[in-house]
């Protein structure tokens, strides 16, 4: 039985010789619809599944997903030609995950094919249930570091009577699986390579995972000249508080309470969007803040950049935020805090500790009550932005890919 199954594995490596495919394993939801097409409300549609093409002859998407029986008009087609999805029973939070943890594992198992290059976007549950049938079978395999759990559980960021013990295992499990993989892609240059190193002899880069084409930039940075009332921006889920809205509808409502002219506009939709509508409406914060839900990424977006004077992100975790450089490609202004890649986009004057409101309030007044200021941070961050270009980050994309490819066909050479 064994020397057949042998041979059948070996027969799969010949035809696959010239052939590679590649499992890419995330955390994010999306729908299926009963014609079994799959979309996305707004990141990761078909175009983001190209780039991996660009290695690999086939991508199967292995992520949570829900049904529905009729989609949006905005939402995106995530599948098709060279992409399908291996659907993994569809979850929110560690407690519907501990409901559906067998299902799960079970979904996550059943799509692994041992002859694919595997692909890990982490932090993630599912690479999580993946990581030790790989590390058991010595199936070689790549991370793309995208989010860091230390933040993502710190004070302030979720709400679980179980948060410091998700802290330290979600974080000693993503450092062991860095430390595992053949080949590590960090979102940030220096932040995430430092708590979460690769191997010694493991192929490392950087790279963000943001697509800015060149429809993506403005010509020109902005000339601010104070006009009034401001309005702030700021884009990020509210299934949790990672991005920090709720800090900063304190920070504006005290800077109105300084006599400041400013409007806010949140992006993002979420469990806790109802709380944040309570507590704006709790400080009497009217039509001075404003929830627009998810809007597609791309030109939705971007129209609602170009209608904002100041991009915030107060965030308590980050990796290297997509939608602060996509702000900086529109030549915003921008404020953020001290986590993550942040330090990496932007200057000392123009972050603040996460979680203090009165910092975060002190730094809008600061930045706003100086136009000249805002014109300068305007054309730094549309200069800075260019380094995140589609044409410079492929290159790192490409080899990362290869890397991986190459590892896993003399894995299979050598196994088989």
């Known amino acids: 039985m064994l020397r057949t199954e042998t041979t059948k594995m070996q027969k799969t490596l010949q035809k696959s ?31 983001f599944w190209l780039r991996y093409l660009d290695v690999f002859d086939q991508v199967k998407v292995v992520a ?23 659907p993994v029973p569809d979850y929110t939070g560690p407690l519907q995950y501990l409901f559906r943890a067998r299902q799960v594992k079970q979904a996550v198992t059943n799509a692994l094919n041992q002859t694919d290059a595997v692909i890990l976007r982490v932090g993630s549950q599912l690479a999580n249930d993946l990581e030790p049938l790989l590390r058991h079978t010595d199936h070689p395999y790549g991370v793309e570091v995208v989010a860091d759990p230390y933040d993502v559980f710190a004070p302030g960021s979720v709400k679980h009577p179980l948060r410091v ?10 450092q062991q699986q860095c430390y595992g993989a053949c080949a590590a892609a960090y979102v940030t240059e220096r932040a995430l390579q430092q708590r979460y190193p690769p191997a010694n002899d493991a192929f490392s880069t950087h790279y963000s995972s943001v697509e800015l084409p060149d429809r993506a930039f403005v010509p020109f940075p902005r000339s601010l000249k104070g006009m009034h009332p401001l309005t702030l921006i ?35 939709d ?45 965030s308590h975790q980050e990796g290297l935020p997509r939608a602060m450089i996509e702000a900086m490609a529109r030549a915003l202004p921008c404020i953020g805090s001290t986590v993550g890649g942040i330090p990496e986009l932007l200057p000392p004057e123009d972050i603040v500790p996460p979680g203090n409101v009165a910092a975060l309030a002190g730094k809008i007044r600061e930045v706003v009550s100086h136009p000249e200021r805002m014109t300068r941070m305007s054309a730094r961050n549309w200069e800075k932005a260019k380094d995140y270009r ?3 980050l492929r290159d790192r994309r490409i080899a990362f890919y290869r890397h991986v490819r190459d590892t896993t066909e003399a894995w299979l050479k050598q196994k088989y």
Not at 276 to 301: S, W
């Open 234 to 268: 700021t884009v990020g889920t509210q299934d949790q508080l990672y991005k920090a809205p709720d800090v900063l509808i304190d920070a504006v409502a005290t800077c109105l309470e300084g006599g400041l002219d400013l409007k806010l506009v949140l992006v993002g």
């Open 165 to 174: 013990f998700f802290r330290w295992m979600f974080t000693r499990r993503l």
């Open 17 to 47: 010789e010239t052939n590679m495919n590649v499992i890419v394993m995330l955390e994010h939801h999306f729908w299926q619809t009963p014609d079994r097409a799959v979309w996305t409300q707004t990141m990761f549609p078909y175009s």
């Open 64 to 86: 949570r997903m829900g049904e529905v029986r009729e989609i949006p008009p905005n939402w995106k087609r995530a599948d098709g030609e060279g992409v399908t999805f291996a």
């Open 270 to 314: 979420g469990k806790h969007r109802g709380e944040l509508e309570a507590q704006a409406a709790k400080l009497n914060l009217g039509e001075r803040v404003c929830f627009l839900g998810n809007l597609l990424a791309g030109e939705a977006v971007r129209t609602q950049f170009d209608r904002a004077d100041l991009f915030v992100l107060p």
């Open 390 to 392: 589609e044409e410079v």
